[in-house]
């Protein structure tokens, strides 16, 4: 059964950083596309960073320079490490994976975990 688990979540100060993880089973994230995605109160889901197995990443542009997506292939774990938090990143976080190679229709999701950005 494929499973995804997120954690790291919490409450922060802004200009705080956070580093959320996606712990991922049933299959390996060796060769498959991986993403954070997030919904803010009141908003639909949005995607926040996408890692392609290549290596190649890609940014909401309202995150950019600020969060970044990794993974480590050996504890089949990616990752978001969020720095500079603004309020405006207040929301649900949930990790996605295609199961694939490719980075088309993301269907495995995480049951997401809560980011509160508030002074």
């Known amino acids: 059964q494929r499973q995804l688990m997120e954690s790291g979540g919490g409450s922060v100060q802004p200009g705080g950083s956070l580093r959320l993880s996606c712990k991922v089973s049933?299959?390996?994230?060796?060769?498959?596309?991986m993403g954070w995605f997030r919904q803010a109160p009141g908003k639909g889901r949005e995607g926040v960073a996408i890692?392609?197995?290549?290596?190649?990443?890609n940014y909401a542009d309202s995150v950019k320079g600020r969060f970044t997506i990794s993974k480590a292939d050996a504890k089949n774990t990616f990752y978001l490490q969020m720095n500079s938090l603004k309020p405006e990143d207040t929301g649900m976080y949930y990790c996605?994976?295609?199961?694939?190679?490719?980075?088309?229709?993301?269907?495995?999701w995480g049951q997401g975990t809560r980011v509160t950005v508030s002074s």
């Open positions: 996605g994976g295609t199961g694939s190679w490719a980075c088309g229709n993301f269907i495995y």
């Open positions: 049933g299959y390996t994230i060796r060769n498959a596309c």
């Open positions: 890692l392609e197995p290549i290596g190649t990443t």
